[in-house]
Structure formats: structure tokens, C-alpha cells
Nanobody, 121 residues
Framework: QVQLVESGGGLVQPGESLRLSCAASGSIFSIYAMGWYRQAPGKQRELVAVINSGSGGSTNYADSVKGRFTISRDNAKNTVYLQMNSLKPEDTAVYYC?????????????WGQGTQVTVSS
């Protein structure tokens, strides 16, 4: 099992920044991707950003956050970060950390408890 603990959400005004953190612990072997998803009220959960665990650390972003959000990881701390700049009201959502673990030929998905991000003036 992998446990995920998120932090860093809050209430900010449009144009401001927040940084989310997600620390993984437990059976953290064979994790091949870490990412962030979000779910706004009445909407489906959507991918925000993902970073692969290979040496290149390739990343992928939702079009709506490209150029504003940056995902990064600290392998020594088993932690993934999401730096969110130029926040907009439409970024308001519960943000969930996700890790994908490969066990034999099966992928296990683990989720954090979620952290609320509210962007409002």
C-alpha cells in the first residue's frame, strides 16, 4: 500500500500563486508516475499534470494550465509538487494527488485525500 499526504491548498485571489505538495510513503516501489487531478463541483475529475519517474522526468499538462502550472518531484523525499501561478477562478476545485505503481503487469492507482483550492476575489 502507498499512503499519500497532501498539503498546500487554500483560498487565494485571482492572479496569486499556491504550491501543493504530496508526500508518498509505504510500499513505494515501482512507482512510474505521479500526478495531480482536480474535481470541481458538478464536474468529473480531470488530469492537471503528471510527471514520469524515469530519469528524464517527462511531464504532461492539461491545456488549461499550460504555462501557469509546473509539476516537479523530489525523489529523495518521495514528494511531488504542483506550483500554481496566475490562478483563475476556474481553477477552483479539490486537487488530488495520484501515483501509479506497476506490480507485475498491473497498475495500482493510489489517491490522496484531496486539498481544496479556492480562487476568489
Amino acid at each position: 500500500q502507498v499512503q499519500l499526504v497532501e498539503s498546500g491548498g487554500g483560498l487565494v485571489q485571482p492572479g496569486e500563486s499556491l504550491r501543493l505538495s504530496c508526500a508518498a510513503s509505504g510500499s513505494i516501489f515501482s512507482i512510474y508516475a505521479m500526478g495531480w487531478y482536480r474535481q470541481a463541483p458538478g464536474k468529473q475529475r480531470e488530469l492537471v499534470a503528471v510527471i514520469n519517474s524515469g530519469s528524464g522526468g517527462s511531464t504532461n499538462y492539461a491545456d488549461s494550465v499550460k504555462g501557469r502550472f509546473t509539476i516537479s518531484r523530489d525523489n529523495a523525499k518521495n514528494t511531488v509538487y504542483l506550483q500554481m501561478n496566475s490562478l483563475k477562478p476556474e481553477d477552483t476545485a479539490v486537487y488530488y494527488c495520484n501515483v501509479k505503481q506497476l506490480v507485475l503487469v498491473k497498475t495500482n492507482d493510489y489517491w490522496g485525500q484531496g486539498t481544496q483550492v479556492t480562487v476568489s476575489s
